[in-house]
């Protein structure tokens, strides 16, 4: 006779009798405790400072895109971040459990594209192309050349032996990224002090150094990516002189 009224939750049966074991033991005042040894505390600390180091750089990052910091004080910052960071990695342990960047990512949904560029090159913005607070003057000139011209000899016998200390270290199969990557630094340093352009090919210099950054320090690299390193510095060299005419 009346609609039986249809109830907002499943009724449970009246015979149903809580289970004991369902009852709580914990003590709720007690300090629960996410490590059980020494070992196991200091990898988490190790990648909560991770995490911190890459949400800071990305804060870091967009501040110098919008020049809410001097670039000095940029370069300082983000070359110790990025320090930090490899030595927290450095630690076998840590670098197992935390991955590669993009897994750690996904793991703690973290969304940082700023940070996430600037540790793959693992170079500050103002290394990786000149500072235009450090830029020579530029002086006119009939073929619109900037002042390269008046680049100090020291600066341009550097970048030249940086480059052939590196064409030095491929023929001698020396090719782990601890003896590579320093070397690479080095000359994107040099070649920023002599000219502000951006040459021929000196793109390819940053993708080895995106390349060598994302290796451990004593994987090497192949047979083959090593004759296509030597054929890209052969050509960034050119390009470099090139600017020096």
Known sequence: MYAQQQLAYAPSPY?????????????????????????????YESLAEIYSIIITLDALEKAYLRDSIKESEYTETCDRLLRQYKSNLADETVAAAFGNL????????LEVPKATERLKIGLPATVESAPTSHRPTST??????????HASAAHLVTASENF????????MNMLSKDTLHPILVEIIQAVNKVTDRDFENKG??????????????????????????????NAAYDGFKGTLG
Do not use: C, H
């Open 15 to 43: 015979s149903y009798t809580p289970s004991s074991t369902l009852t709580a033991t914990i003590n709720l005042d007690e300090e629960v405790k996410l490590a059980d040894n020494a070992a196991e505390r200091d990898l």
């Open 102 to 109: 993009e897994s750690f990512k996904l793991e703690w949904d």
């Open 140 to 149: 006119a000139s009939t073929n619109g050349t900037a002042s390269t011209n």
């Open 164 to 171: 052939i200390t590196l064409f030095d270290a491929i023929r």
């Open 204 to 233: 390819k210099i940053v993708q080895w150094l995106i390349t060598l950054n994302q290796m451990r320090a004593a994987e090497e690299l192949s047979g083959e990516q090593a004759r296509e390193l030597q054929f890209d510095l």
